[in-house]
């Protein structure tokens, strides 16, 4: 009833032939994969235009990592929401906690960001999740809750409903520490619930809420079991097409 999505974050990672050969392994083995679940990869802006040429035809989907949170402008270096949906891009991760420690990314942005990539028909996959110290303190649904509400929650409802939410605790994130799947659960429920209040029961119900941090083929199954649990955003076992074309699997 709820899309089922598996994201690839592939980070600053790859280059154009290691780029080339992956999307290939991914388009040979799709068919064989659920038809349900959506399936995206989300590569560096410079390997997009190869990305969105190659997956052409096929049911995998282009997300970019990021767009900046003005339309146009004297902005160098940036990439805005306009040139992806040119390019053909689909989706954009937006708010990842990467993005959100290095580049201090802040709230506001992130609602702008979240604007203009609906105004443009991208769909935004929205991260959120503490640090590991927020956590020990107690205060990690507090965090998340803030996050939502500063993020996402000015969107009118017709917007909202194509949000993704990934729920990405930055303390798994590339550690190799998962989230316990009552760990995983506990939060997509808990988000779920704000969506609810939010935006009605409906919505809330369609909402997908991606898992995301070492997120791996090893433990995805026990992941995605989970009632809230629609799937994960995957950073480093994206990049192995055995790994992704398992977590794909695991539902
Ligand atoms: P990881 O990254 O799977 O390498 O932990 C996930 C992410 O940052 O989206």
New binding site residues.
């Given amino acids: 009833m709820r899309q089922k999505i598996v ?1 690839g ?1 592939w ?1 600053m990672n790859l280059t154009l032939p290691t780029a080339t050969e992956l999307l290939h392994q991914l388009i040979q083995n799709i068919p064989h994969t659920d038809p349900a679940v959506q399936v995206v990869v989300a590569p560096p802006f410079v390997l997009i235009p190869t990305a969105t040429h190659l997956l052409q035809g096929s049911t995998l989907a282009v997300a970019a990592q990021n767009c900046h949170h003005h339309a146009q402008g004297a902005y160098t270096g940036e990439v805005s929401a306009p040139m992806l949906q040119s390019l053909g891009v689909q989706y954009v ?1 937006i708010g ?3 993005r959100r420690q290095y580049q201090a990314e802040t709230d506001t942005q992130l609602a702008e960001k979240t604007n203009l990539a609906l105004a443009n028909h991208l769909r935004p996959i929205f ?1 959120v999740g503490e640090p590991l110290h927020i956590r020990q303190a107690n205060n990690h649904f507090q965090l998340v809750a803030e996050q939502l509400q500063n993020g996402l929650f000015h969107l009118s409802a017709e917007h909202f409903q194509q949000v993704v939410v ?1 729920y ?1 605790p930055v303390w ?5 520490i ?1 989230a316990t799947p009552q760990q995983a659960q506990e939060m997509h429920a808990f988000i779920r619930q704000l969506i609810q209040k939010q935006y009605g029961e409906t919505i809330a119900r369609h909402t997908p809420i991606l898992y ?5 083929a090893t433990n995805a199954a026990e992941l995605f079991a989970n009632t809230d649990v629609d799937g ?7 990049l192995k097409a055995a790994d992704f074309l398992q977590i794909i699997r695991s539902f």
């Fill in positions: 994201a974050n980070k991760i990842h906690s990467e991260c990934a990405e798994a994130i590339g550690t190799g998962t995301g941090g070492s997120c791996n994960g955003l995957i950073g480093g076992a994206s």
